[in-house]
């Protein structure tokens, strides 16, 4: 059987991730929820526009966080652990093409860093 190329097989490993990052939201959040920093995608399912959501607090963009606000400030400031906020609801373009996501929060030593996959 014929193995493709070493550079073929990292370009085609790179794309691949490539690909999968982009339907991946993600942002950072300091000790106090607050966004420094988020991804496009992110952006999107929040309806916010690039950059904008930066010095927003995470429960202006995910009210799924109010009432645990106190449990992600002490996960921000350990080194390792997870939170997750399972099968959250939001519409779609369409009246009944909504969807579920999943978001995950994990301390980075640092800022958090918040994603969602669908």
């Known amino acids: 059987m014929l193995q ?3 550079g073929l097989t990292e370009a085609l490993e790179r794309s691949i991730q490539a690909k999968a990052m982009q339907r991946i939201g993600y942002a950072l959040v300091d000790e106090n ?3 420094l920093t988020s991804n496009t995608s992110f952006n999107r399912w929040a309806e916010g526009q690039p950059g904008s959501l930066i010095g927003c607090s995470l429960s202006q963009v995910l009210p799924e966080v109010i009432g645990v606000e106190e449990e ?3 996960l921000s400031r350990q080194i390792s652990g ?3 906020l399972p099968e959250i609801y939001r ?3 369409l009246p009944d093409w909504g969807y579920y996501l999943d978001v995950r929060i ?3 030593g640092g800022p958090a860093r918040l994603y ?3």
């Open 33 to 35: 929820l607050t966004i």
């Open 106 to 108: 994990e301390p980075m």
């Open 91 to 93: 519409p779609g373009h």
């Open 116 to 118: 969602w996959s669908r």
């Open 72 to 74: 992600l400030r002490q």
């Open 4 to 6: 493709p190329a070493a």
């Open 82 to 84: 997870e939170f997750t």
